[in-house]
C-alpha cells in the first residue's frame, strides 16, 4: 500500500528541482544555497512531519522576501527580480506544513518560475525542463484529486499504476497539442520577453571606438556574439564586418557620417551565402561577411562604406541572410572625397611623422608605398599580446618603435595613421576574424574574443581594398593563427549542434517561416488535386483502400484484449486440427476439452478461466504458459 501524501511530497519536490534547474545560474550568491538547500530540507520536513518554520514566521519572511526584490524592478531589469521573488516563496512553501491548497501552490509557483527563466535566456535545456515539469505538474494535479477526498487515503500498487498511466496520457497529449499550436498560432515578430526586458546585456567583444594606449583591451570574454550558417571558409577569407570608423578625435578612432559616393561594385570571386544569428546585443549593427553584397531579412539601411543596420534594435535573437565574396575588393566608378580619409590625428610623434615621410618618398605610385608599409611591418617584429601593453599619449610611438607589443588596435591605428600621412586614404573597419567551425552543423561558431580591427585603403583605381597588419606580426600564427584551427571537440560540436538546432528551429521561429511551412503545405495539396489521369487515380485510389484496410485492422486488433486474442487462436488451431463439429454453439472450453479428451485443452480452460472469471486480466506468465499449450494443440 501506497500513501497518496507521501506521493504528493516526492512531486512537490521533483518540481521545485526542475523548476530552478534553469535558473540556478541567475540567483543572488545569498539565495543560491537556500535554494538548493530547501529542496531537501522540506522533503525531510515532510518525511518527519516536522517544521521548523512556524506559520507566522514563515509569512514575514515571504513578504520580506517579496519586497526586497519587489523593488529591483526596473524597465530594464524585470524578470530576474520578479523570478528571485517566486523563489522564496517556493522556498517558504516546501519548509512549512502542507494541505491540498499549498501543493497546488507549489505546481503554480514552479510553472510561473519556469516561464520567468525563459524571459532571462532561452537555450535547449528549456525544452527538457519543460517536458519534465509539464509531466510532474500534471501527474501531481492528478494524485491531488484523489488526495482532497481523502488526506490519509492508501492504494494499492496496481490501483497506483493505473493512476499514474493515466496522469502521464494527458501531458503527452497537452505536449503535442502545444508543437501544433506552436506552428499553427500567430507569430509575433518580438516576443513577450523582449517587452518584459527591453535592455539587452552589454557586448564586451567589438567595440565602436578604437583608442590604443586606453588599456581596454577589445576581446577578453568567450561570450558567444553570433552564428553563421555556411560553407567552410579559408583562413584569410574568415572576416566578419561590422561598423567602419573613420575619423579621429581626441585620441581615438570614431565614426563619422562619411561623405557620399557613386554606387560601389563588389569585385572579387563568386559570391557565398551565410545565414547570420546573432546574440542580442546593445547596438544595431549587423554582422557580415566581408565582402557583403546583399543582405536580406531583416530591416535595415545601408551605408555607403557598407556597413548594415538594423531599424530596430537587435535585443532578441533572429537571423538574416547575407550574401558576401570574400576576399572582393570594393570598387568606386564615381569620384571618392580623399581629403576625408587623409585626415590624420591631432598629436604624432616626431619618429612616425619622418617614417611616414620617408615612405612618401618613395614615389607618387600608390602601389609602391602600400609596399613599403608592409616591408615595415614586416621588418619591424611587432608582437601581438595583450598585456604589458603601450600607453600614455605616444602609445602608438612605443608601440613602434620601443615596445613593439600590442593588439589589434595598435596595429590598425599604428598602420592608419601612417597611411594617411603617406598620402594613402583609409579607414579601420571592426568586426570578428576567425571563429570554430562546427562540421555537425555546417556553421561557424564565433565569440566576442575574436572581435577585430583591420584597415581598408583606397588604391589608385579606386577601390577599397582590406589590409590587416596583424597578420604581420611574429607570433601572428599563434595568435591569430589560433582562431583558424577546430577548438571544438567532438562533445562540443555535438551539443552547440543541438543548441543550434533548437534557436533556428524554435527560437528564432518567425511569421516568415510560419508562412514558408503553409505555403509549401498548400503546393503540395495542389500538385495533388492537379493528378487527372485515371491510371494515377485507380493508384491512388488502390492505394488508398490499402491504408485504409490495414488501419482497420490494426484498430480491430488494438480494440481486442490479449485474452480475445488468445481465444481466437484457440478457436482457429481447434478448427484447423478437429474440424468445425467441435465447436458447437455454447460448448465452453471445459466441454470442448473433455469431448476432445485433449489435456493441453484442459489447462487452456483452467487457466483462461481462472482469470476470467475472477474478473481479472491474465498475467505474464500465464499468457507465456497459454501460448506454449497453443502450440501443442
Known sequence: ??????????????????????????????????????????????????????????????????????VQITRAEVAIPVVHAMVVLMIVRLLTPKEGRDYLQIVVLALFILAGSSLIHLEIGFALYLVLLVFGVILGLVLLTVYVTDQNMTMTRPDLTKLIKIGLILPAISLLLMMIFFVVLPRTRHPLWNFLNPAAKGVVGLAE??????????????????????????????????????????????????????????????????????????????????????????????????????????????????????????????????????????????????LATDIRNQGEDVALRINALADFFRNQELSYAQDDLPSGPDAIDSFLFAKKRGYCEFFASAYITLARLSGIPARLVGGYYGGDYNPMGGYYLVSEETAHVWVEILTADNRWQRVDPSQWAINAATTLGIRDQGQLNALRQLADSLNYHWVQAIVVFDLQQQISIFREAGARLRSLRSVRAPKDWREMAGGLLVAVVLVMAVFSLRRKSKEARLLEEYRAR??????????????????????????????????YYGAVFRDRTLSKTEIATLKDLLKNI
Open 1 to 70: 500500500m501506497v500513501r497518496i501524501k507521501r506521493l504528493l511530497d516526492i512531486l512537490s519536490s521533483l518540481v521545485a528541482l526542475l523548476c530552478m534547474g534553469p535558473i540556478l545560474a541567475y540567483l543572488d550568491q545569498a539565495l543560491l544555497p537556500v535554494a538548493l538547500l530547501a529542496i531537501p530540507a522540506g522533503f525531510w520536513c515532510d518525511r518527519r512531519e516536522h517544521y521548523p518554520l512556524p506559520t507566522w514566521l514563515a509569512t514575514l519572511i515571504a513578504l520580506a522576501g517579496m519586497a526586497f526584490y519587489t
Open 209 to 354: 571606438t578604437v583608442q590604443p594606449g586606453s588599456f581596454a583591451q577589445i576581446s577578453t570574454v568567450k561570450t558567444l556574439a553570433f552564428r553563421a550558417e555556411g560553407p567552410e571558409l579559408a583562413p584569410e577569407d574568415r572576416y566578419w564586418r561590422a561598423l567602419v570608423l573613420n575619423h579621429p578625435e581626441q585620441g581615438r578612432w570614431v565614426r563619422k557620417d562619411p561623405p557620399q559616393e557613386g554606387g560601389g561594385r563588389v569585385v572579387g570571386p563568386p559570391p557565398v551565402i551565410f545565414m547570420i544569428y546573432p546574440e542580442p546585443r546593445t547596438d544595431r549593427y549587423l554582422i557580415t561577411l566581408d565582402r557583403p553584397t546583399l543582405v536580406s531579412g531583416v530591416r535595415k539601411e545601408q551605408t555607403v562604406d557598407q556597413m548594415f543596420v538594423a531599424r530596430s534594435a537587435i535585443d532578441h535573437r533572429f537571423r538574416f541572410e547575407v550574401r558576401a565574396s570574400p576576399g572582393a575588393s570594393l570598387q568606386v566608378p564615381g569620384k571618392v572625397d580623399r581629403a576625408f580619409y587623409l585626415q590624420p590625428p591631432a598629436q604624432i610623434s616626431p619618429r612616425i611623422r619622418q
Open 574 to 607: 481447434l478448427k484447423k486440427r478437429y474440424g468445425y463439429e467441435v465447436l458447437l454453439p455454447g460448448s465452453g472450453l471445459a466441454e470442448i476439452g473433455d469431448q476432445l479428451d485433449n489435456e493441453e485443452c484442459r489447462q487452456f480452460a483452467k487457466i
